[in-house]
């Protein structure tokens, strides 16, 4: 598994980002993937998974209604689509992959990550 963020960049308020995770790997289809993002002196957080076959998704509160998360299992790939976006969207966005059955939100339930991409959202 080799996965790689691309897309972040500088955005106004209310302006809209799409992220991309590629997997250079063959086994994406069997991995539940996931968003993490982390902010300047912050944790890194929990923002959205999909299941393995994008049926299921799940986001956490703060970005519910704003955020997208997608697949594209024949591309290897993920997406995170960001609309509405706030300064306080800024931060680092990771995506991260997990081989299990069960769902989780947990940093460190996913062993595998990419390098990041920077989101800064500006007032």
């Known amino acids: 598994v080799q996965l790689q963020a691309s897309g972040g960049g500088l955005v106004q308020a209310g302006g809209s980002l799409r992220l991309s995770c590629a997997d250079s790997?063959?086994?994406?289809?069997?991995?539940?993937m996931a968003w993490f993002r982390q902010a300047p002196g912050k944790e890194r957080e929990f923002v959205a998974f999909i299941r393995r076959s994008g049926g299921s998704t799940y986001y956490a509160d703060s970005v519910k209604g704003r955020f997208t998360i997608s697949r594209d299992n024949a591309k290897n790939t993920m997406y995170l689509r960001m609309t509405s976006l706030k300064p306080e969207d800024t931060a680092v966005y990771y995506c991260a992959a997990r081989y299990s059955s069960t769902w989780s939100i947990s940093v460190l339930s996913y062993g595998y990550w990419g390098q990041g991409t920077l989101v800064t959202v500006s007032s």
């Open positions: 790997g063959s086994t994406f289809s069997s991995a539940t």
